[in-house]
């Protein structure tokens, strides 16, 4: 029994190791993609603030994507500077809002990538510093 035991061991180990092996060659270990210069926008004026400078960066699960998001960062950052135009300085002060914000700046991405590449990239999108000045 002990020998059988041992045997199945030594035959499913490396089996398993050649999985391992294969899914981290795909590149099927999520990672983050820093979204840099920071992006800083005009807001609407009036409302005490004229600035908004938002850092970010964007979860994927795969090297493959993170190479995605590296080639269509063009699109990323117009996608980003036009989601975050023009808002009311006074009302993206809350936490409410900033949430709304990055929710809103996460599905344009998502959206402008999946017709650029057909494929679901990002996973989530994380807002790293936020001023408004």
Not at 57 to 71: G, P
Not at 95 to 122: F, N, P, Y
Request: charged share 30%; net charge positive.
């Amino acid at each position: 029994m002990k020998r059988w035991l041992l045997l199945l061991s030594l035959l499913l180990v490396p089996t398993l190791l050649m999985a391992a092996d294969e899914e981290q060659a795909k590149g099927g270990e999520p990672q983050y993609v820093n979204l840099s210069p920071a992006f800083v926008v005009n807001v609407k004026r009036g409302t005490g603030a004229r600035f908004l400078q938002v850092k970010a960066d964007v979860l994927v699960n795969s090297k493959e994507d993170a190479k995605l998001v590296e080639l269509h960062m063009p699109l990323i950052r117009h996608t980003m500077i036009m989601t975050l135009s023009d808002r009311d300085g006074r009302r993206i002060r809350t936490i409410q809002m900033r949430e709304q914000l990055r929710s809103e700046a996460e599905e344009a991405i998502r959206k402008a990538l999946k017709e650029a590449t057909g494929k679901e990239v990002i996973q989530g999108l994380f807002f790293t510093d936020f001023v408004v000045q």
